[in-house]
């Protein structure tokens, strides 16, 4: 009998004694993502005095609120647990006790308290419980780097991981290096802080702590936002909402709301940024996060200003101000800096500049390089309105440096809104600026060398289908040449941080000819590659003179690169529907979201590349079939709700045909069966499951799977 089962059991039979041992005892399991609500529905069954009795239930329950973003009330639960351990003497329930209320304090902006509290543990400790003591030094080095004593956090982090490295604790090592790049974000450092979180995030892809990975990549998606890779950053964001919805972790859901309505207001989705954004400072109600509140307002004030919709850009500018911490400066600073975008928007550059320059000196102060750099190019950016091009150009050059040395160059990026390329247009520095040349050839659109490019289209799901201009190609001379733009395409492709995506690389010809002709003498393989290549170009561009000039397929340096920001693909547009879906589905708008997944629906027409053998493809393929099941399975729920029930049985038959083995799937058809009235062919889904998985993987269903049997069976 599983520990839930003994629980419930203990419970019917008011047995609340042992319902508060078998929780205390088998806490640790009960926290982990997707088992909160039943742990909440088995804590509230309990009487007051089990609570007076048991002190650790407290902390037990107060770790589901905070789980759930529930700072306040778990917060209340600690500190009724605090005297009673001390009556008990009860050291390691004081010592857990000032942990978790210094984890409180850091997410409430009171990082002072945060220290305190966790000093406190330590005394408490005992000398043994090295993991107790990381934790508690952790947190207080969280603290000292939001208060900006980078030292001190460094410091203590550098203890933290002596601790894990000493007693073998890899996941450990993981939480450290993820807190400590904390440090490099706020300097500025992203490209390390981009390498370390990404280890991190690769760390827990595959683990089933899926609460560390909802954080993990929570804070991922945060640094790519920064750093401009919106896909990216949309990618994770998405993912990393639905996620913690799935597991009940409210602390990560208004933060990552409030990092996908800023990707969305990049790339000027206005309407859905603000949906999007107003639902993340709903959240604020419950979580009390004090960074995340002013973070919240920022965002929403930058986003009215933006759509010219001064009142409100000001109304939530001021409530930035009022919400930051009063003793963590850098939200102060940063809360400053949008106001002072505002008042120039409003035209009011004296007082703008008071509160810019205030920021500044703040940052200057702390050594904060990103941050600089936006002030130096607000800067320029408000002389050259007011006519002073001379001081204009003095900011900008200033800014300049620090983007090379840091490699800001995104800030310039035209096709992102709120760039600063006009500066570089407007000012027009001396040519011979490497840094300048840069940034030109970078981003500036160069002219066709061929006159107009053909409209390029790739259908990839069944078989492989390339047309040009709307015709498609039916015949090729070499099947070696669909082999390798096959080849070509796919290896462009990848999965970053458990999402797939278009990689604009150049891939060696020794990796080409080792995937398509291994067993060949080399230079052999060299010459049919060679030949294929060249037949390609004459398919894609069909005016085309010579390869040097190909605009598809480009060669430099022994490596080709198909240029596939110039092709139109099935596959781009079926994630791209997935993306917005789940957006449109976050947002609470079902009928938007029925809509784009029905269009990613019709783009499935088979297997991804269904027609070509080559053993790079299969993980892609496995992935996308995932996708379309992920899909299908929001589909099905969405229609549940709405009592479209015949659609959502055909939905969950097909999901099963791509993977019999699920499920989730399967007990979303049993629901479904059991809505219209036919019991008997729940039963009969549930036994065909059954059977198949003690048959073919030696396993028995699930106990969710098998309550809803039981369920189903007394209903």
């Not at 006790?97 to 850091?106: D, E, M, P, T, V």
Request: with cysteine; charged share 25%.
């Amino acid at each position: 009998m599983e520990v839930e089962d003994e629980i419930k059991t203990a419970i019917n039979k008011k047995n609340f004694d042992s319902v508060a041992q078998l929780i205390i005892h088998h806490s640790r399991s009960l926290l982990q993502p997707g088992k909160i609500k039943d742990l909440k529905e088995f804590l509230n069954a309990l009487p007051e005095i089990e609570y007076l009795k048991n002190p650790k239930l407290l902390l037990v329950s107060a770790n589901t609120d905070y789980l759930s973003g529930e700072l306040l009330s778990a917060q209340r639960k600690i500190q009724t647990a605090i005297p009673i351990f001390k009556k008990q003497r009860d050291k390691s329930g004081l010592a857990a006790a000032y942990r978790y209320l210094s984890y409180i304090f850091q997410d409430m902006g009171d990082n002072k308290k945060a220290i305190e509290v966790s000093r406190l543990g330590l005394k408490f400790l005992s000398s043994d419980d090295l993991r107790g003591k990381a934790g508690l030094l952790s947190t207080m080095a969280g603290s000292y780097w939001r208060l900006l004593n980078y030292r001190m956090a460094l410091r203590l982090y550098k203890k933290v991981m002596n601790i894990y490295i000493a007693i073998g604790d890899k996941e450990g090592e993981m939480r450290t290096i993820a807190n400590s790049s904390a440090i490099d974000v706020k300097l500025g450092n992203f490209q390390k802080a981009r390498r370390e979180k990404e280890e991190v995030l690769r760390f827990y892809e595959n683990s089933d702590n899926r609460r560390s990975y909802c954080l993990a990549a929570l804070n991922l998606a945060g640094l790519y936002l920064l750093m401009r890779e919106l896909e990216r950053a949309e990618l994770l964001a998405t993912s990393t909402i639905t996620e913690a919805m799935k597991i009940g972790l409210g602390l990560a859901i208004g933060p990552a709301m409030v990092n996908l309505g800023e990707v969305l207001m990049l790339q000027g989705k206005y309407e859905q940024a603000e949906d999007t954004l107003l639902l993340a400072f709903k959240k604020t109600d419950d979580s009390r996060t004090s960074s995340f509140l002013t973070n919240c307002c920022i965002a929403l004030s930058r986003l009215y200003r933006i759509k010219n919709k001064l009142p409100l850009s000001k109304k939530y500018a001021i409530k930035a101000l009022e919400s930051c911490p009063k003793e963590t400066l850098i939200e102060k600073a940063g809360a400053d800096f949008n106001m002072a975008q505002f008042l120039f928007a409003d035209g009011e550059y004296r007082n703008g500049l008071k509160l810019l320059n205030s920021a500044l000196k703040y940052f200057k102060k702390m050594k904060m390089a990103y941050h600089i750099t936006l002030c130096y190019l607000e800067l320029a950016s408000v002389f050259i309105k007011s006519g002073d091009e001379n001081t204009a150009r003095n900011f900008f050059i200033n800014a300049l440096k620090l983007c090379q040395k840091n490699n800001y160059d995104f800030l310039f990026d035209p096709s992102i809104l709120n760039n600063y390329w006009y500066l570089l247009e407007t000012l027009k520095l001396s040519q011979s600026n490497l840094y300048i040349k840069k940034l030109q050839l970078k981003y500036k659109p160069f002219p066709t060398i061929e006159g107009k490019l053909p409209e390029i289209n790739f259908t990839t799901f069944g078989e492989f289908g390339i047309s040009i201009n709307g015709e498609k190609i039916e015949k090729w001379r070499r099947n070696s040449a669909k082999l390798v733009l096959s080849l070509l395409f796919i290896k462009q492709i990848t999965n970053h941080s458990g999402e797939l995506v278009f990689e604009d690389r150049f891939i060696s010809s020794d990796s080409l000819l080792l995937g398509l002709w291994p067993d060949k003498p080399q230079p052999l393989a060299a010459m049919n590659l060679q030949v294929a290549i060249n037949e390609l170009r004459k398919k894609l561009e069909p005016d085309l003179k010579t390869g040097k000039k190909s605009q598809i397929i480009e060669y430099d340096n022994h490596a080709y690169r198909l240029r596939l920001d110039r092709i139109h693909t099935d596959i781009e547009d079926f994630l791209k529907f997935y993306r917005q879906a789940r957006q449109a589905e976050i947002s609470g708008n079902h009928k938007e979201a029925l809509n784009l997944y029905n269009n990613m629906f019709g783009l499935y027409k088979g297997d991804f590349l269904a027609d070509i053998n080559l053993s790079e493809i299969f993980a892609i393929r496995e992935e996308l079939n995932q996708i379309l099941i992920k899909a299908l399975l929001s589909s099905v729920r969405i229609h549940l709700v709405h009592d479209n029930l015949v659609t959502a049985i055909n939905q969950c038959k097909l999901a099963l045909s791509k993977d019999p083995y699920s499920e989730e799937v399967t007990r979303l058809l049993m629901e479904c069966y059991a809505k219209i009235g036919r019991k008997d062919l729940a039963l009969k889904q549930y036994n065909t499951l059954r059977e198949l998985l003690v048959k073919e993987l030696g396993i028995e269903p699930s106990r969710e799977t098998e309550e809803l049997k039981k369920s189903i069976l007394q209903s």
